[in-house]
């Protein structure tokens, strides 16, 4: 499929992963509904599998490919949770596979990688171009590339998590969603209009990649250099040929969270609800409690969903990010 998803491939996507995906839980705090005002629920992907959503869209994305394609392989390239989702899908279907990833990676999603059985081939994130890179090694070794969100199937498996969301709540009033390429944006956006037509979706990047909100306000896709953010999984340079349009079409608007304000997002999470979010995690929370503070009637007395798109952070690090707020 090369043309744009729809809400009938998420249905499709749902059915075809189900089995191997978690229905992830949604969880709520009494601390940040009484701090908004709203009644806030959260989709935790950062208790899936492989600690991220990402697991859906590769899923769904290799399970479409033919048997020679399985044959020869994949190639993929990732921060971090999309290598963690196509190492951990391919071995589910003994799809062997070259996940290419950045030097400065976090260490627990290298080493995920690599148990779940993929070879790893590094590169600079700062100096070196990942799709060039990926793109030649798919060429050379005759495998199929499966890019971590500018892809039909990857929307379309994205788009499931949010479909899970508005089945276990409802109808909603608004959702955040993290952007980086737009792949979970993209599909919670199919499912939203979906299922909750009236519900406002806002995506939310860190406030050093904000080439989406730019992308939306020129009505063009903005690339940018990589940006420096300790939210590693949206260190996207630009939106995809695939998800920009439907992110133009649909979303109500993107907005954007200091790195700041990720750690006290993060922080809130630890303490106060006993779950690990890694930075990137926290885009959506960071950004309705900013919300509640420039602009309390935006979200007072709203049923308000937040996706948690993933928990992969290694610990000494998280540690540092909280030890942070206290100089």
Known sequence: MTESPTYSDVVAAAERIGSEVHRTPLLTSRLVDSETGARVFFKAENLQRAGSFKIRGALNALS??????????????SSGNHAQAIALAAAILKIPVVVVMPTDAPATKLAATQAYGASVITYDRYTEDRERIGAELAED??????????????IAGQGTAVKELLEDTGPLDMVFVPLGGGGLLSGSLLSTKALAPDCAVYGVEPEAGDDGRRSLRTGTIVHIDTPVTIADGTQTQHLGEHTFPIIKRDVEDIVTAADTELVEAMALFAARMKIVVEPSGCLGLAALLGTAVRDPGAVAGRRIGV????????????????????R
């Open 141 to 154: 070794k005759g495998m199929a590339l499966i890019p971590p969100y500018d892809h039909p199937h990857v």
């Open 64 to 77: 479409l490919l033919d048997a020679d394609q399985r044959a020869a392989g994949v190639v993929a390239y």
């Open 307 to 326: 996706v948690i798109s993933g928990g992969n952070v290694d610990l000494g690090r998280m540690a540092q990010l909280l030890a942070s707020r206290s």
